[in-house]
């Protein structure tokens, strides 16, 4: 890792793209050098900067966070992400971690918290805001063992519970339409659930959403 740790932000917002460069480069240790403002143009950016730290935003036009997140960690596994959000939901939280985020830093978190963040990524810890780190410390993170689920399987029954359509989920997953309801499919094969009133329900007693 260079002297400084090199950080390339990707927000769909250019005035906090902006904010969040004058920012950080006024830190000794901290250089951004580079930004995207969605989620195609970031994963064709990263490779060629080799930043030590990606600053994602959870809610991005086209590719949201999550799957840019997903595609980050195949494409360069070693990478840190630390994912940046004004949302504090468990769903959301949930979503980042499990995908491989280093970290997750709610946006009026302010610049301290967030270079204690970028520094904690690049040293292989794991950063998370104080009141997201209610939600680990009391379990809701579950180890999983059991679960019948794949771990796409469990993220589209997430968004099913949460209201999305088929459509909307494909959106926001960037996955085809049909392929969302193969996966509903098998989700309701696997936990011999018919109706998708039935699957809000498995999720809202398995504690994957709460009511």
Known sequence: ?????????????????????????????????????????????????????????????????????????????????????????????????????????LKGAGVDALCEALRAATRGEVYLSPSISDYVLQGYLRSGEGDPLSPREREVLLLIAEGFTGREIAERLGLKPKTVENHRGRLMEKLHIHTTAGLVRYALKVGLVTD
């Open 1 to 105: 890792m260079s002297a400084k740790i090199r950080v390339v932000l990707v927000d769909d917002h250019k005035l906090v793209r902006e904010g969040l460069r004058a920012l950080l480069s006024a830190q000794d240790d901290i250089e951004v050098v580079g930004d995207a403002e969605e989620g195609e143009a970031a994963l064709a950016l990263i490779p060629q900067l080799a930043p030590d730290v990606v600053l994602l935003d959870a809610s991005l036009p086209g590719l949201d966070g999550i799957e840019v997140l997903r595609r980050l960690r195949a494409q360069s596994p070693e990478l840190p992400v630390l994912m940046l959000s004004m949302h504090d939901d468990p769903l959301t939280v949930d979503r980042a971690l499990r995908a491989g985020a280093r970290g997750y830093v």
